[in-house]
């Protein structure tokens, strides 16, 4: 007994239904060999080739999969599908008390969890009316916490950027340096990311006492490792031969497609809304706006790279400058009745937390256990606040329906917008260049697809 395979009846398709005891003159043998590709019909010249890159790639800044459609090796159109890291956070963040909405959003944007937190804080904040009472102790070091962020944000780009193309020192350096930054959060917030920090109102808690020193420390050393990226990059000709001329994004292309941060202004356009739509009382500190008029993957380096400096400038004025006080607003309904501080477990396990919660009236422990488990009401309205992340503009559009809860949050991710200018800055580009053109963009898959 015997069994062999037949070709369906269309001759497109197998039948592969078993089948037994055929008899010799309808079964049928197929020997299939290579060709050599001068033999190929001429149309073949002409046919395009389908490509997955993603979304395991390690040259895609995370879980992104582009279809890429090619013309021998040059891209002839580029379709970006996301989602492969979708958590749910805008909808998870509706089911819960406004203040552990912070721990939602704190994961979206995973390389710069602070600028979530301080769009989310600040949107319930226009709400409830109390944006001109947060202490502005909490207000400078909002803004030391998150300049120092925006510079472990680029310092991850560049370092992911340069391995991509083959710098590996780059990369060993570049993350290097992110460590003191993320050694200093961890100091001040107990983690590395997710930290959780900023809360409406003001902050979870005061700096420690050597945080000034901590900080001292990153102002000194870090402007000497800019300068050393630069001597290795800035003019190196493998470098520059990858970057330049690749990724363009022009200033038109830019405002169609809604592109802001370094992106908006490698073309061009001096858009920065510490200076349009200033926050956090950032407009007292002197800063400039980086530019260049290049529109591609390498005038977005010599953008990251100045406004790592100009993140300093700042840092320092802040720190020069930073106030004492609070670092929550007066107001019992919102701010906790204890000062939250760092134990084993995290932020506020506290032997002298515990104690403080404990050892006032009933009443007190009953009210602190309310604003913990169903927390506070916030009036209805609907408000949309923007904060300059290192990616651009990060915008939290919340409306609240008068509860305890958020009726609704939507996040505008500069990610997400980037991740739509694909098709245009790949157009043209070899394979090859894809990796330097998607990598200037610097997405940050989390906050596309949240």
């Known amino acids: 007994m015997s069994e062999t395979r037949t070709p369906a009846a269309s001759g ?18 197929y020997t299939v060999v290579g060709g050599e590709w001068e033999e190929l019909p001429d149309a073949v010249d002409d046919d395009l080739m389908v490509i997955n890159m993603g979304p395991q790639h390690p040259s895609t800044h995370g879980v992104l999969r582009l279809i890429l459609t090619l013309d021998g090796e040059t891209v002839v159109h580029t379709e970006p599908v996301i989602g ?8 998870n963040a509706e089911y819960r008390p406004w203040v552990q909405g912070v721990t939602f959003v704190t994961r979206m944007d995973y390389l710069s969890p602070l600028f979530n937190e301080l769009g989310y804080c600040l949107a319930v904040e226009k709400l409830l009316g109390i944006e001109d009472d947060v202490p502005e ?4 070091l909002r803004v030391i916490t998150t300049e120092l962020l925006r510079i472990s944000s680029h310092l991850v780009w560049l370092a992911t950027s340069g ?19 993320l050694d200093v959060l961890e100091h001040v917030t107990g983690l590395r990311m997710n930290h959780a920090y900023v809360r409406p109102g003001g902050l979870s808690m005061d700096v420690p006492d050597d945080f000034r020193d901590r900080v001292e420390v990153l102002l000194k050393e870090m402007p000497d490792r800019i300068d050393e990226f630069e001597r290795l990059l800035t003019d190196n000709p493998i470098w520059v031969e990858r970057n330049k001329g690749i990724g363009i994004l022009t200033a038109e292309q830019c405002l169609d497609y809604g592109a802001t941060g370094p992106v908006l202004r490698s073309a061009g356009i001096p858009h920065d809304l510490r200076k349009v739509e200033p926050y956090c009382n950032i407009e007292q500190y002197d800063f400039n706006v980086i530019t260049t008029d290049t529109c591609d993957a390498y005038g977005r380096f010599l953008v990251r790279m100045q406004e790592m400096r100009e993140s300093l400038k700042i840092v320092r004025q802040a720190l020069d400058t930073l106030p004492g006080g609070p670092v929550m607003v007066a107001d019992r309904k ?26 006032q009236s009933m009443e007190a422990l009953i009210h602190h256990f309310k604003l913990v488990t169903e927390g506070f009401t916030v009036p209805e309205g609907t408000v949309y606040v923007p904060v300059e992340s290192p990616r651009g503009e990060l915008g939290y559009h919340v409306t ?18 980037h991740i739509g200018t694909i098709p245009a800055v790949t157009r043209g580009l070899l394979i090859a260049d894809v990796i330097a053109a998607v990598a200037s963009l610097d997405p940050v898959m989390g906050g596309v697809d949240r």
């Open 334 to 359: 919102i701010a906790m009745p204890a000062q939250l501080g760092l134990g084993p477990d995290g932020i506020g396990n506290t032997k002298d937390y515990v104690s403080k919660i404990m050892g």
């Open 400 to 417: 609240s329906s008068g509860t305890n809860k958020p009726y609704r949050i939507r996040v505008r991710d500069p990610s997400f917008i």
């Open 163 to 181: 391995m991509e193309l083959g710098a590996v020192s780059v990369m060993l350096y570049g993350f290097r340096e992110r460590e003191g930054i």
């Open 12 to 29: 497109a398709e197998w039948d592969d239904t078993p089948k037994r005891d055929l008899p010799d003159e309808i079964r049928h043998e």
């Open 84 to 91: 492969y890291l979708h958590t749910g956070i805008e909808k």
């Open 137 to 140: 102790r909490a207000q400078a």
